[in-house]
């Protein structure tokens, strides 16, 4: 009788152990690659909604997108669905251009948040953001989120 007072007591410890484990583990809401981490062990990361920077920024890498800053002084000119093509930042297009298929207009003009720093940028500039799925990366050619591309779209409709 004793000892199977002790059997119950130790799997109700055992079962108290395993929902104390349950409640430190992390789960993500998707099926997603972790692309940054911005905490470390021993840490402590608040719950519910936070002003800084997030513990973690989770992304698909199929397909990438390019999301596409499109001036607003220029945003009349732009015909929804125009291809595109991209070439990365800094290698003066000597590589393929990387073609690049409409996915959606995000019809709100916001201020621009990604200043590359040139002199000649203006930083009262708005923005018409347009998002744009890479077709096909060119053979040889590593593409990562977050990289900045240089886009250029035609101006004909699609």
Same mark, same amino acid.
């Given at each position: $009788?004793?000892?199977?007072?002790?059997? *119950?007591?130790?799997?109700?410890?055992?079962?108290?152990?395993? $929902?104390?484990?349950?409640? =430190? #583990?992390? @789960?993500?809401?998707? &099926?997603?690659? *972790? =692309?940054?981490?911005?905490?470390?062990?021993?840490?402590?990361? %608040?719950?519910?909604? !936070?002003?800084? !920077?997030?513990?973690?920024?989770? +992304?698909?890498?199929?397909?990438?997108?390019?999301?596409? &800053? /499109?001036?607003?002084?220029?945003?009349?000119?732009? @015909?929804?669905?125009?291809?595109?093509?991209?070439? #990365?930042?800094?290698? +003066?297009?000597?590589?393929?251009?990387?073609? /690049?298929?409409?996915? @959606?207009?995000?019809?709100?003009?916001?201020?621009?948040?990604?200043?590359? +720093?040139? *002199?000649?940028? @203006? #930083?009262?500039?708005?923005? $018409?953001?347009?998002?744009?799925? #890479?077709?096909?990366?060119?053979? +040889?050619?590593?593409?990562?989120?977050?990289?900045? /591309?240089?886009?250029?779209?035609?101006? %004909?409709?699609?």
């Amino acid at each position: $009788l004793a000892a199977d007072a002790s059997v *119950v007591a130790a799997e109700a410890a055992l079962e108290a152990a395993r $929902l104390e484990i349950e409640l =430190l #583990v992390v @789960r993500a809401p998707l &099926d997603a690659t *972790v =692309l940054k981490v911005d905490v470390r062990p021993g840490e402590f990361v %608040a719950a519910g909604p !936070s002003t800084g !920077s997030p513990a973690m920024t989770l +992304g698909a890498l199929e397909p990438l997108h390019v999301r596409v &800053d /499109l001036d607003e002084n220029d945003a009349a000119l732009y @015909r929804a669905g125009a291809p595109g093509k991209g070439f #990365v930042r800094g290698r +003066g297009g000597a590589e393929a251009p990387i073609p /690049l298929e409409f996915a @959606r207009v995000e019809p709100y003009v916001t201020p621009k948040k990604a200043l590359t +720093g040139s *002199v000649q940028e @203006r #930083v009262d500039v708005r923005v $018409l953001q347009i998002v744009y799925r #890479v077709a096909a990366t060119p053979a +040889g050619l590593a593409l990562y989120p977050g990289q900045q /591309l240089d886009v250029f779209l035609d101006d %004909a409709a699609p």
